[in-house]
C-alpha cells in the first residue's frame, strides 16, 4: 500500500508535468477558451456605416499624384530596442531587442514578416478596400534624419505622419520613443468631417500575431491576452475573419508568447472597445476600437513591445505583469520567483540560485520527508505479515481491511504517513516549475562551463542523464513493497523522466537533479540512524 501511495506520488508529478510539456505549453492560438470574466461578454462585430465613394477613394488614392512623396524608413536606437518605422502606413516594420538574440546570434525582431499593409500600428475600417489605401497610401514625415539614437543626453524622441487625400480625408501618426525603455506613445488622429457622411471608426491593430525567438518553440504558444474589469480575458477567436469584442475598463490588449509581449494601453478610454481579431489567411491581431465623433477621433495609448520582465512591467501600474500566469500554484510562483531574484542580487548566477532555492526549500520539507522515509521503512519491515493477512482474506473484503488496520496500529504505523507528506511538496514543486519554464530572466543566463543559457536544454544532455541516474538510486534506496510488477514500474519512471528532461530547460533540470542528490542525502542519513538504534 505504502509503495502504490509513492507511485501516486510520482505519477500525480508526472501527470502535472506532461500536461504543462504538452498542453499548456503549446496551446494553440485558435483553440484558447475565453475565461469567465464577470460582466463581461463577447459580443458580435458592430455594424459600422459604410464609408461614401470608397471606389472613388480608392481610384484616387492609385494615382497619389504618382507617388510625389518617397518611401523612407526609419530607425530609433533606444538602448534596449532598434524600431523600424515606414511612412508607407505611419507602421511599425521591426521591433529588434537588443539583449535577446535569435539561433543566428543577432537580436531577436518581435514582428512577423506582412505585407506592408498588414504591420502593426495599422488601421482597419469597416470597409476593407478603404483600409487598404489607408494602410498602403505613403505618409509624409516631418523627421529629417533617418535614424536616430536615444542616450543620456537626448532621452527622447517624436517621429511625425501626416497624410491627407484629396477626398478629404486627413490622418496623422505620432511616435515617441524613451531611452532604456520598450515603451512607445503612440497618437493618432483622423478627421473625415469633410467626407459626405463621416462615419470613421476604426480599429488600430497589433498584428500579425507576435514573432517566435526562435530558440525555444517547443515551448511556445502565442495567445491574445487582455485586463479588462480587473480580470485576465484570453479570448477564442478561431477560424478566418471572426473577431471578439469587450467592453469596460480596458486596461490594456496585448499578444503574448513565452517569453515576449505587445500590449496597447489605452489613455484615452471614451468611445472604446477591445478587440481581438483573425485576417482572412487566419493571422492573429488584437487592438483598439475608436468610433469618432462628427467624423473626427483621437485617441492616445501607450506601446509596450518587449520581454514580460515583472519589475519593469510593474512600473505602468495597470496591472500589466499579471500577463506572466505560473499556473495553478501562482500563489506559490510568485514570492518563490522574488526569493530567486533575491538570491541573484548576491550570487550573480541563476543557476547558483536556483541551487539555494532548492537546498532551502529541501530544510523546510526536511521534518515531513524524514517522516515519511521512516513510515516507508516501518511499512517495509511488516510486509512479510501483511502479506499473510492478505492470502488469508482475500475474499473477504471487510475482514482484510480489519486486520490490516489492526497490524498498522499494533506497530503504530500510518498508512498515509509516508504519501501526504510528499503530496504536500507537490504544489511547491509545480510553482517552482512554473517559475524556472516561464521566466524571462533566466533566458540566455548562464550557468557553468558548457550551460551559456538556463532556458535552453543542456546541449550534452549531461544534467538529464545525471537526473536520471539520481533517480535510479534513489528508486534502490527507496523500500521495496514487495509487488514485482509495482518495483518494475518503478524502475521505469527514472527512464521515462530522463527522456523527457532531455528537451526541458536546464535551469529546471538542475532543479530536480541538485532536489535528487539532497533526497539521496537525506535517505541515506535516516537509513544510518535507524541502524544505530536497531
Same mark, same amino acid.
Given at each position: ?65 504618382? @507617388? ?86 537626448? @532621452? ?8 491627407? &487625400? ?53 515551448? &511556445? ?78 485617441? @492616445? ?10 519589475? @519593469? ?100 504505523? &500510518? ?18 516549475? &512554473? ?100
Amino acid at each position: 500500500m505504502e509503495k502504490r501511495a509513492f507511485l501516486a506520488v510520482f505519477l500525480s508529478a508526472l501527470v502535472f508535468i506532461l500536461y504543462q510539456y504538452f498542453y499548456l505549453s503549446k496551446i494553440d492560438t485558435t483553440q484558447i477558451k475565453p475565461e469567465q470574466v464577470t460582466g463581461l461578454e463577447q459580443s458580435a462585430p458592430p455594424k459600422t456605416p459604410a464609408l461614401p465613394q470608397t471606389e472613388i477613394l480608392v481610384k484616387e488614392e492609385s494615382k497619389v499624384e504618382e @507617388r510625389l512623396i518617397k518611401e523612407r524608413e526609419i530607425k530609433i536606437n533606444t538602448g534596449v530596442t532598434e524600431v523600424v518605422l515606414t511612412n508607407k502606413g505611419g507602421k511599425v516594420k521591426a521591433v529588434y531587442l537588443q539583449k535577446y538574440k535569435a539561433k543566428d546570434g543577432k537580436p531577436i525582431n518581435l514582428i512577423k514578416e506582412a505585407e506592408d499593409r498588414l504591420l502593426p500600428v495599422r488601421l482597419d475600417f469597416s470597409d476593407k478596400k478603404f483600409s487598404d489605401v489607408i494602410n498602403s497610401a505613403v505618409f509624409d514625415v516631418a523627421e529629417t534624419e533617418d535614424v536616430i539614437n536615444l542616450s543620456q543626453d537626448k @532621452r527622447n524622441s517624436t517621429i511625425k505622419f501626416f497624410y491627407k &487625400n484629396s477626398s478629404g480625408l486627413e490622418v496623422s501618426k505620432e511616435y515617441t520613443f524613451y531611452y532604456d525603455d520598450y515603451k512607445i506613445d503612440v497618437g493618432i488622429k483622423t478627421d473625415g468631417s469633410a467626407l459626405p457622411a463621416g462615419g470613421l471608426s476604426y480599429q488600430i491593430l497589433w498584428g500579425p500575431g507576435l514573432k517566435s525567438d526562435g530558440n525555444s518553440d517547443k515551448y &511556445n504558444y502565442e495567445r491574445p491576452t487582455s485586463f479588462i474589469d480587473g480580470e485576465l480575458v484570453s479570448d477564442k477567436v478561431s477560424g478566418k475573419g471572426e473577431q471578439a469584442y469587450h467592453e469596460g475598463d480596458i486596461r490594456w490588449v496585448a499578444i503574448q508568447n513565452k517569453y515576449f509581449m505587445a500590449a496597447l494601453i489605452p489613455v484615452i478610454k471614451e468611445n472604446l472597445k477591445a478587440v481581438v481579431k483573425t485576417s482572412d489567411i487566419g493571422d492573429l491581431s488584437t487592438g483598439l476600437e475608436y468610433t469618432s465623433v462628427g467624423g473626427r477621433a483621437e485617441n @492616445r495609448f501607450i506601446l509596450y513591445v518587449g520581454p514580460k520582465e515583472s519589475d @519593469r512591467l510593474k512600473t505602468y501600474n495597470v496591472s500589466l505583469e499579471k500577463i506572466i500566469d505560473f499556473g495553478w500554484f501562482g500563489f506559490l510562483a510568485r514570492p518563490l520567483f522574488r526569493v530567486l531574484k533575491l538570491f541573484y542580487k548576491f550570487t550573480h548566477n541563476y543557476g547558483i540560485s536556483i541551487i539555494i532555492i532548492t537546498v532551502i526549500i529541501k530544510l523546510i520539507f526536511f521534518p515531513m520527508s524524514q517522516k515519511s522515509f521512516k513510515s516507508m521503512q516501518k511499512m517495509q519491515k511488516i510486509q512479510p505479515e501483511l502479506k499473510i493477512i492478505q492470502e488469508r482474506y482475500k475474499n473477504d473484503k471487510q475482514k482484510l481491511s480489519q486486520e490490516m488496520m489492526r497490524l498498522y496500529r499494533e506497530n503504530k504505523i &500510518n498508512p498515509l504517513g509516508g504519501f501526504l507528506p510528499v503530496l504536500i511538496q507537490i504544489p511547491v514543486f509545480v510553482a517552482l516549475y &512554473n517559475v524556472l519554464m516561464y521566466s524571462i530572466e533566466l533566458k540566455q543566463s548562464p550557468f557553468i562551463w558548457w550551460i551559456k543559457d538556463l532556458s535552453e536544454k543542456d546541449p550534452y544532455y549531461i544534467t538529464p542523464i545525471l537526473m536520471g541516474a539520481t533517480m535510479l538510486i534513489q528508486q534502490k534506496m527507496t523500500p521495496s513493497g514487495g509487488d514485482p510488477m509495482q518495483a518494475k514500474v518503478m524502475l521505469i519512471m527514472p527512464v521515462i523522466f530522463t527522456f523527457m528532461f532531455l528537451n526541458f530547460p536546464s535551469g529546471l533540470v538542475i532543479y530536480w537533479l541538485v532536489n535528487n542528490v539532497l533526497s539521496i542525502g537525506q535517505q541515506y542519513l535516516i537509513y544510518k540512524d535507524m541502524k544505530k538504534k536497531g
